[in-house]
């Protein structure tokens, strides 16, 4: 099977890495990949975006499968230009992955399916948005409507909060037109899970959860973050839950995209709160989670790829996968500044003595050839250094003595990745 994966970045090292272990692979091309990706695929500068491009490479190669890593070439249509031109695509249409682009969509499909979400209300008007944060009060959340990079919510502590936020949002505009309208939500309390589900368009077969990190400082403080690490699977999260998600979110929402004409294939990332009462929805993206699929390709014992396939296929019967019951960890390498300006172009030594720690895998996600065929960084999360062990503890270990292996100044990392399970961590060395 020839196999064109798109994307760059942590999560796509994990695939590649794991696609690439398939006997049922012949070729794998990654677009635009990375230097990691290159140890694995022949990668290609065909940004993940160039829709054309990617139809048009192929097409030429007569590529069996398109596996999609981002969201942004979903949201483009890779998959539907992909189909009219009858090549197979893992990953949503443009119309399903509004379940990414659009909160009010899926708040809607979330109702319809009487899926356990918030409560929420959506405004055009600022005014509007302020009387109904002063009739709800605080603590209450406020999203900007549109794609915001994972930055557009704001959890307000008070009412003031809140009504900054809908200036900064709407009036201000700081996430551009994904402000032109915002979603007020109910602020639900608890702990935080990802949970994965494959889907072929009317069935879904469940993956495995995990926790992410999103802030950037340690005892999760300071900005946002696309995610600074992940374990799974995550304690809090049981196996009565995960049937609970699969029978009350996952299947009913299946139903209700089919019912719209707009059917989801690929895999659903599905965002949930743990409450007191049960699994509720807080997002759903179209796409896995970075760098959560990096912690579940290290658990993954089956065979990926005719996975993706019969999820292209619209087929997924037949297909089960096995879990191994070690745990696994990641920890995020990002370059200092993020998640605002980094500086490119530092060399990044120590990569061959990290990944010599047994049970330790180094993913790379921002990096680039550097002077002589070395390393460099080249964006704001640089490397997931994930590891795995017969308990999540010992994962912890060798994933922190990885990193202490690192020799990159420029780099920094959260020290308490699985706090949540663990308590806080033994601290290292000063990357
Ligand atoms: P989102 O981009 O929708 O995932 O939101 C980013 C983060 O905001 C989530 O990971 C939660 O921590 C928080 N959040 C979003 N919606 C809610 C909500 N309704 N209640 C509590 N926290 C929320
Ligand atoms: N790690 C969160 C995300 O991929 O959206």
Not at 223 to 245: C, I, K, L, W
Not at 327 to 355: C, D, F, H, N, W
Request: contains cysteine; charged residues 20%; proline residues 7%.
């Amino acid at each position: 099977m020839k196999v064109l994966l798109v994307g760059g970045g942590g999560r796509e090292h994990a695939l590649a890495w794991k696609i690439a272990r398939s006997p049922l692979l012949t070729k794998l091309w990654c677009a635009p990949g990375n230097p990691g990706i290159a140890a694995v695929a022949e990668c290609v500068p065909i940004g993940a975006e160039s829709i054309e491009a990617l139809v048009a490479f192929a097409r030429e190669r007569a590529v069996d499968l398109v596996v999609v890593g981002p969201e942004a070439p979903l949201t483009l249509g890779l998959a539907d230009a992909l189909g009219a031109a009858g090549i197979p695509c893992f990953g949503p249409s443009a119309a399903a992955a509004r379940l990414e682009g659009s909160k009010t969509f899926t708040k809607e499909v979330l109702d319809a399916a009487s899926a356990p979400t918030a409560a929420w209300a959506r405004f055009e008007d600022p005014a509007a948005a302020r009387d109904h944060v002063h009739a709800q009060g605080a603590p209450i959340v406020v999203k900007a409507d549109g794609l915001a990079a994972g930055k557009g919510v704001v959890v307000a502590g008070t009412v003031e909060e809140a009504e900054a936020a809908i200036a900064d949002i709407m009036e201000s505009r700081v996430h551009g037109e994904a402000g032109a309208s915002v979603v007020i939500e109910e602020c639900m309390m608890g702990e935080e899970a990802s949970f994965f589900a494959l889907c072929d368009g009317t069935r879904a077969i469940p993956l495995a959860a995990a926790q992410d990190h999103k802030r950037v400082g340690e005892g999760d403080t300071g900005p946002n973050t696309g995610g600074m690490g992940a374990y799974s699977p995550p304690p809090a999260f049981t196996d009565a839950m995960r049937d609970e998600v699969m029978a009350r979110v996952v299947e009913p929402v299946l139903a209700e995209m089919a019912h719209r004409g707009a059917p989801f294939r690929g895999v659903l990332f599905v965002g949930l709160m743990l409450t007191a009462t049960g699994p509720r929805v807080i997002e759903f993206n179209v796409r896995f989670g970075d760098p959560e699929c990096q912690a579940l390709m290290l658990r993954l014992e089956s065979d990926l790829l005719p996975a993706l396939a019969a999820s292209a296929a619209g087929d997924l019967s037949g297909v089960s996968l096995r879990w191994s019951a070690d745990p696994s960890l990641i920890v995020v390498v990002a370059a200092r500044g993020y998640p605002g300006p980094v500086a490119k172009g530092e060399p990044i030594g120590g990569l061959e003595a990290a990944a010599s720690i047994p049970g330790v895998r180094v993913f790379h996600a921002g990096t680039a050839r550097g002077p002589g065929g070395s390393v460099v960084a080249s964006g704001g999360r640089v490397l997931g250094i994930g590891a795995t062990a017969p308990d999540l503890r010992a994962a912890r270990e060798a994933a922190y003595a990885a990193v202490d292996a690192l020799d990159w100044p420029g780099g920094f990392c959260r020290r308490d990745i699985a706090h949540r399970a663990l308590g806080a961590a033994p601290l290292g060395a000063a990357l």
